[in-house]
Every structure is written in structure tokens, then in C-alpha cells.
């Protein structure tokens, strides 16, 4: 708790970008300015604005127009952690801890506490800054990957799901009208809620998760089996994370400054390639990638980032430092950083939801 007046507060967007992020920040400058009186500054491009300061004011004026638009108007990063921040030395890249220059930067502005809108890299550094250096942070929770434990969920991730879901029924008739398989590859990262849900929700035949670990035997027989019914199409959704019994998550590269180590990605056309050698049926793959996190968030999206937004505002007011707003349906409630970011929210296998995916004759293909 903090009993300093609080007339100032500082807001930025970290991370990957995903819909609703300008309306978290329409929130939080509209209820700061309307309900309290403060001052709002905006950091740029994640936790690089605030160990270069770079700042602007925010007022009611720069967030008209915001509540609709993906993408965040601050900018966003997923790189530039200060306590591990990359600078060149004799043309070597050696990384420093710059977390003074945030408390500086922060000091400079007269900045009474930061409210940081990330997933668990930001909210990570966030904990750390609070922990460590005692800056009054409040999260936001952020990802379209919607895991993270503590909270019902994240604001992105039904937007995601909804162009994940409008994808498939895309290729559902390009599968049918040329009796094709098309493996759809979806984002999520370790979790697999992207595909489950989008799957479940645009009829897909097989979802590959990668809580579930599968084989190329029983894709085959699900595809063979839908065959033999006269079915000559099917669609798979693989989450990136997706990976088969005994084998690995496919990565694309490893990024060595990113909060996030490693890039996936190419599950989709692996799948593909193996069932056309497997079955003789044409099979091909599309990769979703980031159409996922951008575009108007839904109205579930906005209202939830819009509730995290004033949320965040009033546990500033109430001093509850080093938390996150967060969901417990039906209400907005808090809950510690070291909490929020200690466990990911993974598909747990027996949930209901894929119980019913099995119901109803999706395969997982375990
Ligand atoms: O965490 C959100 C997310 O979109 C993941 O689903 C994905 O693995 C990752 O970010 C991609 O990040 P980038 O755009 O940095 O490659």
C-alpha cells in the first residue's frame, strides 16, 4: 500500500499486439481523467519507452476513435526487458541490467504509479520492477493465447477465436467443393485454446493441441474413417504447439533477445506433407499466423479490455500495487503479479470441452 497522493500515472503496451489494447488505454485515460483528475503519460513501444523515455501525454482527445482499432496507438514490443537489455560494446552485444534507467525515467515524469498491459513476459518485468525497484505497477492481463491462470480470460483471445473460427468455415467449402484435406495451423503457443475452441466451433473433424499428443496413425484412420462415409473432405486444426507422441513442437528459429525464446510455427504444412503420403488425398495447409491478433476487437473483447482499463484505474486509487486486474466471472477482482504469472493456463485434457469434442466424433488424434 502507498499513501502517496497519486496525481500522475504512467501506461504501456507490451509485448505481442492483440485486439483490444487501445481500448484497455481508452479506458484508463477516460476513467483517470473523468473519475479521479489525473495526469496520464503514455510510454512507447513497450518497456523500450521507458528506458529511452520515450513519452507523451495522453488526454481524451488522443483516444477518440481507439475503442474499434487492433493494433495498439503507444506501440508495442516483445523485446527491450530491462533487467536484461542488450548494448553494444566494442561491436559485441553484451546484456546490462537498465532498470535504473526506468525509476529515472518514471521520476522524471512524476509518475505516481505504471499500469503495464502484457502477458507473462510484461507482467513478469512488472512483478520484477515492483519487487525489485518498488514501482507502483498494476497489470493488465494481454494474449490472444488466453493463458494465463489468473484470470477467466484474457481480453484478444475471443477475437482470435472468432477469425480462427471464420477460417475454417473458409476452407470447409474449398475442402469440400474439391474433396481435399486442409490442415489449418493455428497460434497459441504452449496452449492449445485457439485450436480447441475454433475447431469445436467451426466443425472441424481432427484438432491437434499440444496438451494432447498425437499420432499420424490415428489422424489417418479419422480421415479414412470420414472417407469410407462418403465424406471426401476433412478438416484439421493443429495448434503451433501441436506435437506428436514422443516428438518435439516444431520451431521455427530462436530469438535470443525476445521475452519469448523460441518461434513456432510449420506444424501445419508437417501434417499436411504426412498425410498426403499417408492417405493419397490431396492435402494442403494454411497458416493463420498474425491475421489472429489484429482486426476490430469483438464486443466481448472490448467490453472486457474496457473493464480491465477502468479496473486498473480504480486498484491504482486503492493501492493495490504489484497485482493484475483480472476476470472471475461475472466480476473484475485482482490478484497478486507473483500469482498471475507463476502458472500457465494449459488445456486440461479431461475438461469438459474436449470431452465434448469427443462426443461428438473429433478426433485429437490420440
Ligand atoms: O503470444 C501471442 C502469440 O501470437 C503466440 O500465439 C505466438 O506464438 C507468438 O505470439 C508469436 O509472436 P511473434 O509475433 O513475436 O512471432
Known amino acids: 500500500m502507498t499513501t502517496k497522493k497519486i496525481r500522475k500515472i504512467g501506461v504501456l503496451t507490451g509485448g505481442g499486439d492483440c485486439p483490444g489494447l487501445n481500448a484497455v488505454i481508452r479506458a484508463v485515460v477516460k476513467t483517470a481523467i473523468r473519475e479521479y483528475r489525473l495526469f496520464v503519460t503514455g510510454f512507447e513501444n513497450g518497456f523500450g519507452g521507458l528506458i529511452q523515455n520515450r513519452a507523451r501525454e495522453l488526454t481524451e482527445k488522443d483516444v477518440i476513435g481507439i475503442l474499434p482499432r487492433g493494433g495498439t496507438i503507444l506501440g508495442t514490443t516483445n523485446r527491450d526487458n530491462p533487467f536484461h537489455y542488450p548494448i553494444m560494446i566494442n561491436g559485441q552485444k553484451v546484456f546490462k541490467d537498465v532498470s535504473d534507467r526506468i525509476i529515472e525515467n518514471v521520476n522524471i515524469h512524476d509518475i505516481d504509479a505504471m499500469i503495464i498491459i502484457g ?20 497489470g493488465v492481463p494481454k494474449t490472444i493465447d488466453n493463458d494465463l491462470s489468473a484470470t477467466d480470460q484474457t481480453f484478444g483471445f475471443d477475437t482470435a477465436l472468432e477469425t480462427a473460427t471464420e477460417a475454417i468455415d473458409k476452407l470447409h467449402t474449398t475442402a469440400e467443393s474439391h474433396h481435399r484435406i486442409i490442415v489449418l495451423e493455428v497460434m497459441g503457443r504452449y496452449a492449445g485454446w485457439i485450436a480447441l475452441e475454433s475447431g469445436l466451433a467451426g466443425g472441424a473433424d481432427v484438432i491437434l493441441i499440444p496438451e494432447i499428443p498425437y499420432t499420424l496413425e490415428n489422424i489417418v484412420k479419422k480421415i479414412n474413417a470420414r472417407r469410407d462415409q462418403g465424406k471426401n473432405f476433412s478438416i484439421v486444426v493443429a495448434a503451433e504447439g501441436a506435437r506428436p507422441v514422443g516428438g518435439e513442437m516444431v520451431v521455427q528459429r530462436r530469438v535470443e533477445d525476445s521475452f519469448e525464446p523460441i518461434r513456432l ?14 492417405t493419397g488425398l490431396e ?39 504489484g497485482e493484475m486486474v483480472c476476470l472471475r466471472t461475472p466480476n473484475i477482482k485482482s490478484v497478486p503479479l507473483a500469482e498471475a504469472v507463476h502458472e500457465q493456463r494449459l488445456v486440461p485434457v479431461k475438461c469438459d470441452i474436449v470431452r465434448t469434442a469427443r462426443q461428438i466424433g473429433i478426433s485429437f488424434g490420440d
Do not use: C, W
Request: cysteine-free; glycine content about 18%.
Open 283 to 321: 492435402t494442403r495447409a494454411t497458416v493463420l499466423g498474425h491475421l489472429q491478433r489484429g482486426g476490430s476487437p469483438t464486443p466481448f473483447d472490448r467490453i472486457l479490455a474496457t473493464r480491465y482499463g477502468a479496473g486498473a484505474v480504480n486498484m491504482v486509487m486503492s493501492g493495490k500495487f
Open 119 to 138: 502477458g507473462d513476459g510484461s507482467l513478469s518485468i512488472g512483478k520484477e520492477l515492483y519487487e525489485e525497484k518498488g514501482l507502483p505497477v498494476v
Open 265 to 278: 510455427g510449420g506444424i501445419g504444412n508437417v501434417v499436411a506433407y504426412e498425410i498426403e503420403e499417408a
